[in-house]
């Protein structure tokens, strides 16, 4: 297939790899002179196949394989990486479907780039079909503590031995009660949503200080939604939280859609799995 | 993506968020990032096995530095829900690991000692 990789680079680049950003049909190169790329510098295209790969030049010495394997454990570093690989998949997802790489995909140069659209081509054109016209939601679910009986005992607080010990049984088996309350609930949410989006995913709930949110979260879920359905999205969430008041529901998009691009060992679209 | 503009954060309750909030939550972000999107293989390469052991890291641990940089570093304390340390210091359950590691912390900035951040978190 390297025959027909016609390689088009718009920026020369030094002797350094390419950091792989997503993948699009097409991009105006406007839109990438105006994209700040790893390190602030500028993005590029790599053209193949009748797809264009969006990279940043990733000099050896920071992306090679040692010092990338050494960098992603510098959480400064990592942050700085994560937001700027984002920033440019959030600015092309604006523009049309685009199909994010995962963070750290990195080529030794445009021929690697070039090769890997052409060997995925099909996939790829199919993904970017699928994703036309649609974006990616995240609704998160909180726990609401049962304030009410919390506050109660808190209020006769001054208590020892075993008076201390019955409020705090009396307290974890009203945290027990709620948690299976907000879970029942976080199911029915989540069925709900997967009936007004094109597809959705259940992922792993975010540790309590991953989230930042007070509460334990019950619900991480992430929706492909069409343009033309998304206020009856909206809505229904907004009747949802009406509905199951133990749980306080967070929407955040649009994303590029991260979360329905990745071959999984499951197939497309799967509703409601977990990992 | 072509989708409208919604309000980027809604919530049920009604209840604004707090300001100050970041554009996009760098937890989100990072879950997004490193956890999804497509995986093509370059020929630089960082195992997925990798990437997975540091998601999980970075579960653990770059989330309490930056919640602890946001909220203040003892932020659990405060929170009934996390901890019952205003009551007498009984313990009826394994302590929460967030307060565990902050204690771990305060000792060993204490004993002025190299901790390695990653590695207690492994087993």
Known sequence: ?275 | MTAGQPPSVVQNSGQVLPAGHEPANLGDILERVLDRGIVIAGDIRVSLLDIELLTLKLRLVIASVDTARQIGIDWWEHDPWLSSRARPPVELEPREPAQVEVERRSRARRRGAEVEEWDEFDG
């Open chain 1, 1 to 275: 297939m390297s025959s027909t990789a016609e390689v088009t680079t718009q920026r020369s680049a030094p002797a350094a790899g390419a950091w792989l950003h997503g993948v699009v049909r097409d991009v105006e190169p406007a839109t990438l002179a105006g994209i700040a790329g790893m390190d602030g510098g500028p993005v590029r295209a790599v053209s193949a196949a009748g797809l264009v790969a969006v990279v940043s030049a990733a000099p050896m010495d920071e992306y090679g394989e040692e010092p990338l394997r050494r960098n992603l454990e510098d959480l400064v570093w990592l942050e700085r990486a994560a937001r700027a690989h984002h920033a440019v998949v959030e600015t092309l997802a604006r523009q049309g479907p685009v199909v994010p790489a995962r963070l750290a995909t990195v080529h030794s140069g445009d021929d690697g780039v070039a090769a890997s659209l052409a060997a995925r081509r099909a996939e790829l054109v199919a993904t970017l079909d699928r994703l036309t016209g649609r974006g990616e939601w995240g609704v998160k679910g909180y726990l609401v503590p049962g304030a009410a009986s919390v506050n109660a005992e808190a209020a006769s607080a001054g208590g020892v031995g075993t008076a201390y010990l019955r409020r705090r049984r009396a307290q974890l088996t009203a945290r027990e009660e709620h948690q299976q309350v907000a879970s029942a609930a976080a199911d029915a949410v989540h069925a709900a949503l997967c009936e007004v989006a094109v597809a959705g995913r259940r992922h792993a709930p975010q540790d309590r200080r991953l989230s930042g949110a007070p509460t334990p979260m019950v619900l991480n879920g992430a929706y492909l939604v069409d343009v033309s359905a998304l206020s009856r999205f909206t809505d229904l969430l907004g009747s949802l939280g009406g509905r199951h008041p133990g749980v306080r529901l967070e929407l955040t998009g649009p994303w590029p859609a991260y979360s329905f691009v990745a071959e999984r060992p499951a197939p497309d679209g799967v509703v409601g799995e977990s990992r």
